[in-house]
Antibody
């Protein structure tokens, strides 16, 4: 059974840093691209970042580029999101998700999602 | 303002059929496949439809998807009270080089 378990969410002051983790199990983690998607309170879903599987190239939403960094440890089956220079509008539940499909064929999708971890940026 | 446009809400009675629309453009839905996600209250999103019209294992055939041009549609037949949720469409936008989601449609089963 696929499991994705996020952790690391907290209350943090504006300008602060935080590192989120997503522990994965039940599937061959290293070969799958992985993503972070967030949801501000009462709002819709917003893609944050994606990292490739075997070739760990990274892509980011404009709203987080330069402040948030996605990475992975395939030996530990863990996905990370390093969050720096946090702002109030980064307040959200952060979900990790398996990004399945074939990018070159235009058929990508988010196959499985974790339950999320809440990040609150406030003074 | 979402790149993909969804109506904010739809409602229908139990047992009826409902459809959800998702409108995009030539740089996203027009050339990329669409996926749909169900988010029950307080829960994580769940994949319902991928590659426009395919259902993951475990998703009943009451759920269906289609795409035409720059729009996509999710359909649910035999509505149940347990289907009350927010429904999101998503795809890749080749101009933005970014994933885009619709704003979500809240389904109320009357």
């Amino acid at each position: 059974e696929v499991q994705l378990l996020e952790s690391g969410g907290d209350l943090i002051q504006p300008g602060g840093s935080l590192r989120l983790s997503c522990a994965a199990s039940g599937f061959p983690f290293s070969i799958y691209a992985m993503s972070w998607v967030r949801q501000a309170p009462g709002k819709g879903l917003e893609w944050v970042a994606t990292i490739g599987g075997l070739t760990p190239t990274t892509i980011y939403a404009d709203s987080v580029r330069g402040r948030l960094t996605i990475s992975r440890d395939n030996s530990e089956n863990t996905l990370f999101l390093q969050m720096n220079s946090l702002r109030a509008d980064d307040t959200a539940v952060y979900f990790c998700a398996i990004r399945a499909g074939v990018a070159a064929a235009g058929t990508r999708y988010f196959q499985n999602w974790g339950r999320g971890t809440l990040v609150t940026v406030s003074s | 303002q979402s790149v993909l446009t969804q109506p904010p809400s739809v409602s229908a009675a139990p047992g009826q059929r409902v459809t959800f629309s998702c409108s995009g453009s030539s740089s996203n839905i027009g050339i990329q496949s669409v996926s749909w996600y169900q988010q029950l209250p307080g829960a994580a999103p769940k994949l319902l439809i991928y590659e426009n019209n395919k259902r993951p294992s475990g998703i009943p055939d009451r759920f269906s998807g289609s795409k035409s041009g720059t729009s996509a549609t999710l359909g649910i037949t035999g509505l149940q009270t347990g289907d009350e949720a927010d429904y999101y469409c998503a795809t890749w936008d080749t101009s933005l080089s970014a994933w885009v989601f619709g704003g979500g449609t809240k389904l109320t089963v009357l």
